[in-house]
């Protein structure tokens, strides 16, 4: 057992509020400063039913964005999980507790250290009056080190041409691991990924619906889902973006149209140390 693998033998969540929103206001920026040095499972974001269109998320480790996504988009996440689901409540998960291990649900859990600054910038839309803004967070001990960082975020697929479009896969390393990429599209037929000249995986779309069902999970409606991980055991599913030449992913869709893809990433930003002989 490494010395990583240690520090996740033990997993006691605890419940606590955040601290309170600041600034929050009708076609404004809003923030909660949160408290650094817990290692968070997943934070939640409780209004007074808030439309999801009405609501956006930003959350900045050290100034770097590594959530940005908004109340669709989290709704959505939740639904594609089979988790419960309230109007007004949002919830940024790290931790996957779907996942059949204890190390594979702790997998994406966010480390804090006391040397960080954690803000989550939350923008409103025209809401009406009577609305409310609370936060509170699942969180467990302190560690020593952090050596994943996850992040969420959205770009944009240009399929141009009905039938098979290429995307090549940006920035990719070998500290970079895909969770889920989730195609905001219903006229995606088939995926298939190759890893430089290799085909790695290839799946029909009313396929890859039944297998997502198969293993527990609620593929959406007006998406293509694709998820290494669906096996539930975190790390070892994860999709390795480091290719000596290329990562791509080719989508055969019905007809052209530019494809927005939510993305779960974990990104690398330490070496894992091993335990002492």
């Keep these: 057992m490494n010395l990583y693998q240690q520090l996740l033998s033990r997993h006691q969540p605890l419940c606590r509020d955040t601290r309170s929103a600041v600034g929050c206001a009708p076609n404004g920026t809003g923030t909660i400063e949160l408290q650094v040095g817990p290692t968070y499972q997943s934070i ?23 959530v ?10 939740q639904n594609y999980k089979g988790n419960h689901v309230e109007d007004g409540r949002y919830i940024i998960d790290f931790a996957c507790p779907n996942y059949r291990t204890k190390n594979g649900i702790r997998s994406g859990e966010l480390v804090t250290l006391d040397t960080d600054i954690l803000t989550l910038y939350i923008e409103l839309a025209d809401v009406v009056d009577g609305w409310s803004i609370r936060g ?16 969420i975020f959205s770009l944009n697929y240009d399929a141009m041409a009905s039938g098979d479009n290429d995307y090549i896969w940006p920035n990719r390393s070998q500290t970079r691991f895909i969770r889920r990429l989730h195609f905001k599209a219903s006229n995606i037929e088939k995926l298939t990924m190759y890893r430089d000249d290799t085909k790695r995986h290839e799946v029909r779309a009313a396929d890859n619906n039944f297998d997502l069902t198969l293993h527990g999970l609620a593929p ?3 998406y293509f889902h694709f998820d290494p991980g ?7 599913g994860l ?19 530019t494809v927005p893809v939510l993305v779960e990433m974990l990104e690398q930003v330490a070496q894992i140390p091993t335990a002492a002989a």
């Design 220 to 222: 959406q409606s007006g």
């Design 230 to 236: 669906q096996l539930g055991f975190g790390l070892d």
């Design 68 to 77: 940005v996504v908004s109340g669709s988009d989290l709704v959505m996440r």
């Design 136 to 151: 509170r967070a699942w969180i467990t001990a302190a560690q020593p080190a952090r050596y994943f960082v996850p992040k």
């Design 44 to 66: 939640e974001i409780i209004t007074n039913n808030i439309p999801k269109t009405k609501v956006k998320f930003r959350l900045e480790l050290n100034g770097e964005p590594i």
């Design 239 to 257: 999709l390795p973006t480091a290719a000596a030449k290329e990562l791509k992913f080719v989508l055969n869709k019905a007809a052209p149209g």
